[in-house]
């Protein structure tokens, strides 16, 4: 019922807001649980369930029985109305059940959010994700070990569309297990812009999976990278402009080889050191390695954490900053 006073019209039934409204507030919330809610609600509103313009944001998680059944519901009818989905399973015949349906039917997924899917599983999953035309982000949480790196970036950066790609793997240990990578016919194929590597690496597997990403603008490196012998000459990341390494325990020897070895006009470094090694509060070194490989940097972060003793020579803290600036102007 609506009550009129004067000029001013008051609403206080809530199929009376606009559709625009209604589309502003179920962004916010969960694609299954508006259908749940408001499906057999009236015809008005189930006539707009099923609008084109009406993108739905999909949460699961296979522990929420109601829930999964909205979830099948949802992707049986409204395929082309997914925009996001959010992945978490921990039961296998579910996992297998929830991740079959997703394919070239879904025409306006953007976004793909996996967590804890079991590996033949999330490979089954990502052989047909190269279906998708508009699949642009892709997160990948594994809290298992995956013996299939490999297979899993082969099929990854054979996705046509992707441009973000954030890969976890809970395993904190030097990599048993490399990323062996075809060499890549003619042109590289991915798209990828943006990539977070989120599991141990050596230099190798890092050459071998961005020599398919031309395009990569932003490379984060979250875990311990392990330098190889067999170091590349050089990694070709001529679009590359953000760098980021959390390296716990590597060399600043090791590091700085790898920045001789970018061959990219960086404008923002990010280095975060969990390792005792005085040599990165060298401050003449980072100058020359500053001046010489990073002449087109731009803005500089810094962490290091080290053991405070009473002998903490504070002096060679400040020299270090103090170069650090002087280096920033000049560039």
């Not at 509060?281 to 009473?310: C, S, T």
Request: neutral net charge; proline residues 5%.
């Amino acid at each position: 019922m609506n009550l009129i006073d004067g000029h001013h019209q008051s609403i206080n039934h809530i199929e009376n807001l606009s559709n625009e409204i209604f589309y502003e507030i179920f962004d916010y919330l969960n694609g299954c649980a508006i259908n749940q809610a408001f499906e057999n609600l009236n015809h008005r509103f189930q006539q707009f369930l099923q609008s084109p313009s009406l993108l739905l944001k999909l949460r699961i998680n296979s522990q929420s029985n109601e829930l999964y059944m909205h979830y099948k519901r949802t992707i049986n009818f409204n395929q082309h109305q997914i925009l996001s989905i959010n992945l978490l399973t921990v039961n296998r015949d579910i996992g297998i059940i929830i991740t079959s349906p997703i394919n070239s039917s879904f025409t306006r997924l953007k976004s793909l959010t996996l967590n804890g899917i079991e590996s033949d599983i999330l490979l089954l999953l990502l052989s047909h994700l190269a279906s998708l035309p508009r699949l642009f982000s892709l997160l990948i949480f594994q809290w298992i070990k995956l013996d299939e790196l490999s297979d899993c970036y082969v099929l990854i950066l054979n996705l046509p569309k992707l441009k973000y790609l954030k890969f976890f793997v809970n395993e904190n240990q030097p990599p048993n297990v490399t990323v062996s990578l075809p060499i890549p016919a003619y042109q590289p194929v991915s798209r990828i812009e943006f990539l977070v590597i989120d599991h141990p690496c050596t230099s190798q597997d890092l050459s071998n999976i961005i020599s398919y990403t031309p395009h990569l603008s932003r490379l984060y490196v979250t875990r311990q990278l392990t330098i190889k012998e067999n170091f590349p000459i050089s990694f070709p990341l001529s679009n590359l402009t953000k760098l980021s390494f959390d390296l716990p325990s590597i060399s600043f020897d090791e590091f700085e080889r790898i920045i001789s070895k970018i061959d990219a006009k960086l404008k923002v470094l990010r280095l975060c050191i969990m390792f005792d090694n005085r040599a990165y509060l060298d401050a003449r070194r980072w100058e020359q390695l500053i001046l010489y490989y990073l002449p087109g940097l731009e803005k500089f972060y810094f962490k290091y954490f080290d053991f405070i003793a009473q002998n903490l020579e504070t002096q060679r803290h400040s020299e270090f900053f103090t170069i650090l600036n002087r280096t920033s102007m000049d560039t």
